[in-house]
């Protein structure tokens, strides 16, 4: 959804509360495509400091389906993030002085998705688990190995010993 905040310009230090909803239903980025499984609406303060600033202040909340770092497997993840941006009035637009490119502005219009878009990669989280004690997938036959064992071969050689297992191997050979 695109906000104006034009008319926060005709009072200095004038201050305008938005409740907004989020229009996405999915985030898209190089990892994949998760979706949103609940959102709730956006809470969002401008307020202009001596015609010189915006800020921007609000809260994020999300529910996303990630899969699990281990075994792949769905796992509700809550997303909560806060937005806290001033902006830079200059030459009739407001201008975000911390980023290099800002989408989500558009001289005095921003683009409540694409602000949260950006505010929910930065908070995205480093791994996410279904549990724990999560055991993964089998690396020979892709097994869930939560929900049964296999049979397969896991132990894994030090690459090191590579040289003293291929002697080892020529030995069986004869």
Not at 37 to 54: C, H
Not at 55 to 73: A, H, N
Request: net charge negative.
């Amino acid at each position: 959804m695109i906000l104006s905040f034009s008319d926060l310009f005709k009072t200095i230090n004038k201050e305008e509360t938005h409740t907004v909803e989020i229009e996405m239903t999915s985030i898209k980025s190089r990892l994949g495509d998760f979706p949103i499984r609940k959102k709730e609406p956006v809470t969002l303060t401008l307020k202009n400091i001596e015609n010189d600033k915006i800020s921007i202040k609000g809260e994020v909340k999300l529910t996303l389906d990630i899969p699990c770092s281990r075994c792949l497997e769905t796992v509700p993840t809550a997303i909560e993030c806060s937005i806290d941006k001033e902006l830079k009035i200059d030459n009739g637009s407001a201008v975000d002085e911390d980023m290099e490119t800002t989408d989500y502005l558009i001289g005095f219009n921003l683009d409540v998705d694409k602000l949260v878009y950006a505010e929910i990669l930065v908070n995205w989280p480093m791994k996410v688990l279904c549990k724990n004690d999560c055991k993964g997938i089998c690396k020979v036959c892709g097994t869930n190995l939560n929900i049964r064992e296999c049979d397969c071969q896991r132990t894994e050689l030090d690459p090191r010993m590579a040289a003293i297992q291929d002697v080892f191997n020529k030995f069986k050979e004869v």
